[in-house]
Nanobody, 121 residues
């Protein structure tokens, strides 16, 4: 069974920084694509940033220049460096993995439980 565990959320003042981590476990051979999504109160979940196994990245326009996504394939871990935080970045941030290949088979999509980021003004 594949599990994704996020960490690094918390309360931070506007202008501050955080680093989120997402660790995948479960006899994983490879993960094709990993992404960070967020869901603010009363809003739909949205893609923040994604990264392929080969390192290609994509970002939502609202976070370009402030957020940096990275991953360590050897550790099956993904990161999100968040700088210049704004109150509108307040949300639960979720880790997503697609095309996960394990010793037990393939998993099309897996979600983490989320980590809360709160930005105070």
């Amino acid at each position: 069974q594949v599990q994704l565990v996020e960490s690094g959320g918390g309360l931070v003042q506007a202008g501050g920084s955080l680093r989120l981590s997402c660790a995948a476990s479960g006899s994983i051979f490879s993960i094709n694509y990993m992404g960070w999504y967020r869901q603010a109160p009363g809003k739909q979940r949205e893609l923040v940033a994604g990264i392929t196994e080969g390192g290609s990245r994509n970002y939502a326009d609202s976070v370009k220049g402030r957020f940096t996504i990275s991953r360590d394939n050897a550790k099956n871990t993904m990161y999100l460096q968040i700088n210049s935080l704004k109150p509108e970045d307040t949300a639960v941030y979720y880790c997503n993995a697609r095309g996960v290949v394990t010793g037990q088979g393939a998993h099309p999509e897996v979600w983490g439980q989320g980590t809360l980021v709160t930005v105070s003004s």
